[in-house]
């Protein structure tokens, strides 16, 4: 079956410092998409990058990356430089075929 | 223009009513579903439509009745609500079949409240 688990229920950094939220999945399929998407207290779930299982290169997006490790099935995301208002919880998911699997979150709060 | 449209966006109502929750998107996706984020944010597929067809199912009282009227429209109906209905249903599409490849559009969201 598979499942996304995320181990850090809550998270703090220090206003400009870099962070990492784990992610790690369950799957034997060996075609599916890894995504983090942030959702802030106004509730709407923001999209933030995205990995393809077939990609070498670790994905990027601004001062977000991805830490795709295959093998340890781990797609951590690493906020560079953080900012107040990337106070938000941060969900790590999974999609496959036609369905989207997400994990239980993270929720990070940037210290000032 | 938003991409991905929910209403209402708030609803409270009593136990045992009958409601509706509406979605459109206007993305040209063929895939829609509803997910269902409980108290404790938990994130969870409820259906899953592709061009009208219903393709995903979860284990979902009978009592909630997705509708598909065209592929841009994917409604939820639920019937005699009880408390542990409460929650935000989020509905959501992508293109078909990729979601390997490309990521879920969010409508804004619906929080639904059972007194």
């Known amino acids: 079956a598979q499942k996304i688990t995320q181990t850090q229920p809550g998270m703090f950094v220090q206003e400009k410092e870099a962070v990492t939220l784990d992610c790690t999945y369950d799957t034997s399929d060996p075609s599916y998409g890894l995504f983090w998407y942030k959702q802030p207290s106004s509730g709407e779930m923001i999209f933030l990058i995205y990995?393809?299982?077939?990609?070498?290169q670790n994905a990027t997006e601004g001062r977000y990356s991805l830490n795709f490790q295959k093998a340890r099935k781990s797609a951590n995301l690493v906020i560079s430089a953080s900012q107040l208002g990337d106070s938000a919880m941060y969900f790590c998911?999974?999609?496959?075929?036609?369905?989207?699997?997400f994990g239980p979150g993270t929720r990070l709060s940037v210290l000032p | 223009d938003t991409a991905v449209s929910q209403t209402p966006k708030y609803l409270v109502t009593q136990m045992g009513n009958d409601k509706s929750i509406k979605c459109e998107q206007n993305?040209?996706?063929?895939?829609m579903y509803w997910y269902k984020q409980d108290s404790k944010k938990f994130l969870k597929i409820m259906f899953s439509?592709?061009?009208?067809?219903?393709?995903i199912n979860e284990t979902v009282p009978n009592r909630f009745s997705p509708k598909s009227p065209d592929k841009a429209h994917l409604n939820l109906h639920i019937n005699s609500l009880e408390l542990g209905d409460s929650a935000v249903y989020f509905c959501?599409?992508?293109?078909?079949?990729?979601?390997?490849?490309?990521?879920?559009?969010f409508g804004e969201g619906s929080r639904l409240t059972v007194l």
């Open positions: 993305l040209g996706h063929d895939t």
């Open positions: 439509y592709n061009n009208k067809e219903l393709i």
């Open positions: 990995q393809g299982s077939y990609d070498q």
């Open positions: 998911a999974m999609g496959l075929g036609q369905n989207f699997v």
């Open positions: 959501a599409s992508s293109h078909p079949g990729t979601a390997d490849t490309g990521e879920l559009f």
